[in-house]
């Protein structure tokens, strides 16, 4: 009698593992025919149900992360501002040689001889509005680059780097290649940041973060591209410059997106790419609507 019991419970645990296997497997292989037929390197990271569901390509490798890069340095900002080393609402003064010219920045372009913006306000316009002027003035208030390593360490949070202001990457086009992160990590760092797990935040930092993430408009035809209207979307993307060999390092979008039952994590990074920028974008927009669909058909 005891055998029969435990063979049986082997038995729907063997099934229960082969459903999962084969449930997740669909999504992967519509996501290859996609991946297959591009001349990029892809890094693609999912996570759903509960964790019950993870997908990777490319999970493990280093990649750019361009702009992307400007949602952990809001996270180590936060951090001191959660140790009372930094005020939300303190003012940081922007002078005109502060606001560099042939970069993107919605505050030179609204504040053209300079202004004086709360802390908050910057936060909001290098998220949300991914304004480079805003990431240098974040990372100088801070001291650095490698103050943000250093964070993300204290935390034991690995697999990625940090080494360069904007103005670093826009001088040297290498560069950028040393901001880097792998698609695995993106996704942990999503889950840390979105279970506030290691108490990563204060209630108030991560609230206000939260809904930075969710204005946030840059790149709407990637991971929000062909989503249903009104779908909740957390989100950073990041995009490089083509070089004159038609190669793009880095058209990425991270997020956190909402079906109407539940949520997923999904990361994308179309790297060294020679496709359009439209391929490009349309690449995360279809592998994003097929997760959704995924996602949404399974909770239902």
Known sequence: MIKTFRF?????????????????????????????????????????????????INGD?????QSVYKFPIALAVLSEVDKGKLSLNQKINITKEDLHQNTWSPI????????????????????????NIGCDILLKLLGGTKKVEDYFY????????IKAT???????????????????????????FYYNKKKLLSKESHNFIWKVMSETWTGNKRLKGKLPIGTIVAHKTGTSDTNSEGLTPAVNDIGI????????????????SKESTETNEKIIADIAKLTWDYFEAKNK
């Open 61 to 65: 490798k280093h990649l750019p992360m």
């Open 257 to 272: 997106v909402f079906t109407k039952n539940g949520h997923f994590f999904i990361n994308i990074f179309v790297t060294n």
């Open 166 to 192: 904007e103005e670093e990457m826009h001088k040297e086009w290498n560069v950028q290649f040393q901001n880097w992160i792998t698609p695995k990590a993106a996704s942990e760092l999503l889950e840390l």
């Open 8 to 56: 049986t419970t082997l038995l729907i645990l063997y099934l229960s593992c082969q459903t999962f296997a084969q449930t997740i497997e669909p999504l992967r292989q519509k996501i290859q025919k996609i991946v297959a037929t591009k001349n990029a390197t892809i890094g693609i990271s999912i996570i759903g149900n509960n964790a019950k569901d993870t997908l990777s």
């Open 154 to 161: 204290s935390i034991n949070f690995k697999n990625i780097s």
């Open 108 to 131: 030179r372009e609204k504040y053209p001889n300079g202004t004086t913006l709360s802390l908050s306000e910057v936060i909001k316009y290098t998220v949300s509005d991914s304004d």
